[in-house]
């Protein structure tokens, strides 16, 4: 029994040892990776035999040290950037696209890529990107939007592509290319001035463009919205009286099958005012009562109409105001002597009490 326990503790010494090396090597190579773990002690004396207790203490032993797969070096290579624009804008191509977060492996990207922008003419093959970067201008760029300047660019078709690298330098490919054709910079519209109109404001400037865009802040609005776009440097915008509104004007024209666009002119605030009468009513009328003169007339449409005033001469006297109504296009006159003239015309009232010209007036004689 001594010697077949000195052989089996001999073994497990043996194992041991190879173990522990092993897994210091491991330990130490990069590639690698080892799993320790804890090594019991031999069982005390219980009454277990001894050799049992040495063939669990060697089973234990064989499970240490186990080495993991050796994975290879990740290339961090970012994704390629997408959604590439690129817009004519005063003296400047606009150029702007969204940056991946993965690397090709699926992996968050851990520091930002190099931006690698260009333009150039465009290329006779649109897939042979590596040829026409050769010849391509590079534009200095930080984030994911750059500036452009026309200037050498002008009456041109040109081709902008961007590239991601990584820290050593490789990269996924270019993005999709876009085509702009260069036109000559629109001026911003000049001298723009607004004033109050029937329906709110009208504004007028001054530019030879084909075609405008007019934006607007209105009052507690979160910004300035596009609202029109005028082919004629006027614009009647449709709002509300006594209150505060801004506006600026941008030009454009076509620029291939894109749209070339000015800076923007000056900015005006302007609050309109109803200085506005409604029309003359119409459609004056009467007829004889027994002892009364019953007016009637046709009603106006002015959506801020509030109401009329009745107007009457005596005989060859002038016109006195002798009553109002609100919605009532009809009027009674009792106050009448019998056989004698009465000439009687109608005026309309808006809710800024502007009023209107008298209608066409009408002569009755009293009955």
């Keep these: 029994m001594f010697d077949a326990n000195s052989r089996i503790l001999s073994k497990i010494r043996t194992s041991a040892v190879t173990s522990s090396s092993t897994g210091d090597l491991l330990s130490r190579d990069r590639q690698g990776a080892v799993r320790n773990c804890h090594t019991p002690s031999p069982p005390a004396a219980t009454g277990v035999p001894h050799t049992l207790g040495l063939m669990?203490?060697?089973l234990c032993l064989q499970g240490c040290g186990v080495v993991g797969d050796i994975l290879p070096p990740t290339l961090n290579l970012p994704l390629r950037a997408t959604e590439m624009t690129v817009a004519e804008h005063g003296g400047k191509l606009v150029?702007?696209?969204?940056?991946?977060?993965?690397?090709?492996?699926?992996m968050l990207i851990r520091r930002p890529p190099e931006i690698d922008l260009r333009i150039g003419p465009v290329p006779p093959d649109p897939n042979d990107l590596t040829a026409w970067a050769a010849r391509a201008t590079r534009v200095p760029a930080k984030e994911p939007h750059a500036e452009i300047p026309v200037s050498q660019w002008v009456n041109q078709n040109v081709a902008v592509?961007?590239?991601?690298l990584n820290d050593r330098g490789k990269d996924a490919g270019w993005s999709q290319i876009v085509v702009v054709a260069v036109i000559p910079p629109l001026q911003a519209p000049q001298n723009l001035v607004a004033d109050s109109q029937p329906a709110g404001v009208r504004l007028k400037w001054n530019s030879s463009a084909?075609?405008?865009r007019v934006f607007r802040h209105q009052p507690n609005g979160p910004g300035y919205e596009q609202v029109a776009?005028?082919?004629?440097?006027?614009?009647?915008d449709a709002v509300d009286f006594g209150k505060e509104y801004s506006y600026y004007v941008q030009a454009?024209?076509?620029a291939g099958d894109a749209t070339a666009e000015s800076d923007n002119s000056e900015t005006v605030s302007f609050t309109p005012k109803d200085k506005f009468p409604p029309q003359p009513p119409v459609g004056l009328n009467f007829i004889l009562g027994g002892k009364t003169i019953e007016l009637t007339w046709t009603r106006n449409t002015e959506a801020d109409?509030?109401?009329y005033r009745v107007y009457r001469a005596f005989e060859n006297n002038p016109f006195e105001h002798v009553t109002e109504t609100q919605e009532s296009t009809s009027y009674s006159d009792r106050n009448i002597?019998?056989?004698k003239h009465y000439r009687y015309a109608v005026t309309a009232i808006d809710i800024s009490g502007n009023e209107s010209k008298m209608s066409e007036p009408v002569v009755v004689t009293a009955p």
């Design 252 to 254: 454009i024209a076509p």
């Design 56 to 58: 669990l203490l060697a």
């Design 305 to 307: 109409l509030k109401g």
């Design 210 to 212: 084909p075609k405008f």
């Design 337 to 339: 002597e019998p056989g």
């Design 229 to 236: 776009t005028p082919e004629k440097p006027e614009y009647d």
């Design 161 to 164: 592509a961007v590239r991601l």
């Design 95 to 106: 150029v702007g696209f969204k940056m991946p977060t993965m690397t090709t492996e699926g």
